[in-house]
Each structure stands twice: as structure tokens, then as C-alpha cells.
Nanobody, 122 residues
Framework: QVQLVESGGGLVKPGGSLRLSCVAS????????MGWYRQSPGKQREMVVC????????YYEDSVKGRFSIWVDAAKNSLGLRMQDLKPEDTAVYYC???????????????WGQGTQVTVSA
């Protein structure tokens, strides 16, 4: 089992920035990909970004390309998401996720964090 705990999030004005963090613990060796999902009210959960631990390849959802960036701190088993130029449509609960691979994470993550709220509003 892998446990994922997110932190960060909050309320920010349009155009602002936020950082999210996720710390993984447990059977870390069983996962090779981590990423972030988000879910807005009335919408399906969507993958925002995935990073493969083997080659550090990243996959971003089109609407966040150039605005969001993911990073990994392997020494701390942590994952981060830097969000810039935030828009009201970025408002959602953001979830840290992990799986065996990015394709697997895209289809159906194995592990989920509890989620953290990001609200973009003037």
C-alpha cells in the first residue's frame, strides 16, 4: 500500500500562483508514476499531469501546459505542482495520484490522496 498526503491549495485571485505538495509513504517501490488529478463541481475527475519516475517524462493536460509544472524530490518521496497564471476554471479539488505507469495512472490510478481545494476567484 502507498499513502499519499497532499498539502497546499487555498484561495487565490485570477493570475495568481499556488504550490501543491504530496508526500508518499509505504510501498514506494511499487509505483513508477505519480501525478495530479482535479475535479470541479459537476465534472468528471481529470488528469492534470503525470510524471514517470524512470525517465522523468511528463504528460500535461492541454489547458495547463505552460502554466503548471510538476517536480519530484526523490529524497523526500515528494511530488509538487507549481501553478501559475491561475484561472477561475482551474478551481477544483486537486488529488495526488500514483500508479505503476503513466498510462495506468491516466486510465485508473492505483492510489489517491485525500484531495486539497484550490479556488481561483476575485
Amino acid at each position: 500500500q502507498v499513502q499519499l498526503v497532499e498539502s497546499g491549495g487555498g484561495l487565490v485571485k485570477p493570475g495568481g500562483s499556488l504550490r501543491l505538495s504530496c508526500v508518499a509513504s509505504g510501498s514506494i517501490s511499487s509505483i513508477n508514476a505519480m501525478g495530479w488529478y482535479r475535479q470541479s463541481p459537476g465534472k468528471q475527475r481529470e488528469m492534470v499531469v503525470c510524471i514517470s519516475s524512470a525517465d522523468r517524462l511528463t504528460y500535461y493536460e492541454d489547458s495547463v501546459k505552460g502554466r503548471f509544472s510538476i517536480w519530484v524530490d526523490a529524497a523526500k518521496n515528494s511530488l509538487g505542482l507549481r501553478m501559475q497564471d491561475l484561472k477561475p476554471e482551474d478551481t477544483a479539488v486537486y488529488y495526488c495520484a500514483a500508479a505503476l505507469s503513466c498510462p495506468r495512472l491516466t486510465a485508473d490510478p492505483t492510489y489517491w490522496g485525500q484531495g486539497t481545494q484550490v479556488t481561483v476567484s476575485a
